[in-house]
């Protein structure tokens, strides 16, 4: 398709396919054409150097575009600075000649209003060399306020425009409307007022806000990406995760980009996370054990889609309650996908930095720093024996200093027969024994210490089918626990009670709260 300026309405004449209906093989390219036209192309064709096939080329006389470049969305301007001024400029060079602005129409935001071209002032008449001193004062003065004026608008103008300014490169055209301008965001949360903040953790907050066009509701998360290596990488992940598409996902709508910042746009969860029904946070009720088992299969789910069921394999990489978030009809979706690796099915994930929160970190992520399905296995884990048990990863008493492991609690508890009082104590033995304790004993088993010993989540969804029943040897026998094999890996005692976490060059720094 083609937006063009030509003499005639008669095209009669013109080719068939690749010439957009304006030319032939005999009359492209000949200036008596007289035609200029825009081409909106998604199809490459070589034979008119077409650069890809989605670009927009600038045709004159013919079909092989004089400029061509790729489609997106550009609103950044390389020329104009941050701050800048309008006015006029003029020389005479060695011809005596006069200048005169008679009429201006300038606007910022709108379009310009119109000039009245019979209000003009009339040119004034050549009169001699030597001026008034009353001109030669008011003049000066007048160009002076007029210039102060102007000059005042545009720094106004140009405040405004930093406000939302943006970080765009060339190679983000590629992934048009994932892209989202910063002022739209900015718009949808009020400025990013704290009324509208629904979360603070180690890797950054997270707003509500309504996206005025389309009125959706959507949360912002803000990040830090000033020191990650690999951005255009990492856009790229994202955007691909954007495509994902499963009723126990959170939907990944976008990202914008502002200098040091990263901002990831979801689609918004009006009953907010999981972990503050788990833990009573912001006066949210506890959940009876058939909400919470209808939680725990639907996260399994959703899992299984990222693992084995898409396009490519997703390591999720952050797994844990409060990344549960709860839609309007209180079913499970897994969210923030700020950490997830993407790679094809069939070959060897790379080594990474290690990221995640302590207490779901698999211990042989310490030591070879690559996460794969087992890595996120070994959290969903950790994950099942939360929700049932109601208690967090890690605890640390302050009296003692010491640190308790959530699974080696429930381990201890199953050696000596108690398996069914390590349950949440508000679900007041309303629950499904042989249920809940399936779940415990799959806990132990996903966040077995040998990343070889765990099940896939296929796996997992056949034994919570009944299609599978449990090994007959379980963890029940392991004489170590956890907190030892987290030590003799190199996690550091103290940072065990600490929230989210990087590794960086082999060090684990901890990075207080959860996001």
């Known amino acids: 398709m083609a937006f063009l300026i030509c003499p005639s309405r008669n095209l009669s004449s013109t080719g068939t396919r690749g010439f957009l209906g304006l030319f032939n093989r005999q009359t492209s390219g000949n200036a008596s054409n007289h035609i200029f036209a825009v081409e909106l192309d998604t199809i490459q064709n070589t034979e008119f150097q077409d650069i890809n096939d989605n670009h927009i080329g600038i045709d004159v006389n013919g079909i092989s575009s004089v400029r061509s470049y790729y489609t997106g969305y550009y609103d950044d301007s390389q020329v104009l600075t941050d701050q800048a001024y309008v006015g006029f400029s003029s020389t005479t060079g060695s011809i005596d000649s006069q200048h005169y602005v008679l009429g201006w129409s300038f606007a910022m935001n709108k379009s310009a209003p119109g000039i009245d071209v019979d209000k003009l002032p009339k040119l004034p008449r050549e009169g001699p060399k030597n001026s008034s001193k009353a001109m030669e004062i008011i003049l000066p003065m007048a160009s002076a306020i007029f210039v102060l004026v102007v000059g ?39 400025g990013f007022k704290n009324s509208n903040l629904l979360g603070v953790g180690g890797f950054g907050s997270v707003y509500r806000g309504i996206l005025r066009s389309s009125k959706l509701e959507v949360a912002v998360k803000k990040v830090s990406h000033e020191s990650r290596q690999g951005i255009k ?122 990221v995640g929160t302590m207490g779901y970190l698999a211990p042989e992520l310490a030591r070879c720093g690559k996460a794969s399905p087992l890595t996120d296995i070994f959290a969903f884990g950790v994950f099942l024996l939360e929700v049932t048990c109601g208690r967090r990863p890690v605890e640390h008493n302050k009296q003692n200093s010491n640190v308790l492991m959530l699974v080696d609690w429930v381990l201890d508890k199953w050696h000596k027969g108690l398996l ?53 040897k379980m963890p029940e026998s392991l004489s170590f626990g956890m907190q030892a094999l987290m030590s003799s890996e190199g996690f550091d005692s103290y940072i065990l009670s600490q929230g989210s976490t990087v590794v960086t060059n082999g060090a684990l720094t901890g990075l207080s709260g959860g996001r």
């Open 152 to 190: 005042l608008a545009i720094f106004q103008f140009m405040q405004r425009q930093s406000r939302y300014a943006e970080l765009r490169e060339d190679w983000e055209v590629e992934f048009g409307p994932h892209r989202f301008s910063y002022k739209d965001l900015f718009n949808a949360t009020q």
């Open 233 to 354: 990488e990492f856009i790229a992940e994202v955007v691909s995760i954007g495509r994902l598409r499963h009723r126990n996902l959170v939907p990944l709508l976008g990202y914008c980009r502002r200098k040091g910042e990263l901002l990831l746009v979801y689609e918004y969860m009006s009953n907010g996370s999981l972990d503050k029904y788990l833990y009573g946070q912001d006066g949210k009720p506890s959940l009876n054990w058939a909400h919470r088992f209808h939680i725990i299969k639907g996260i399994a789910s959703g899992v299984l889609y990222l693992h084995e069921e898409w396009d490519q394999v997703v390591i999720h990489r952050d797994i844990k309650a409060s990344n549960v978030l709860l839609d309007g009809d209180m079913n499970a979706r897994l969210g923030d996908f700020g950490l997830a690796k993407l790679y094809d099915h069939g070959i060897d994930p790379q080594t990474t930095h290690v």
């Open 420 to 472: 069914t009082k390590v349950a949440d104590s508000r679900l007041q033995d309303e629950f499904d024994t042989p249920q809940a304790c399936l779940v415990l004993k799959l806990g132990l088993l996903c966040s077995h210490p040998v990343p070889d010993a765990r099940p896939s989540m296929r796996q997992v969804m056949q034994y919570f089918e009944g299609d599978m029943k449990l090994p007959e």
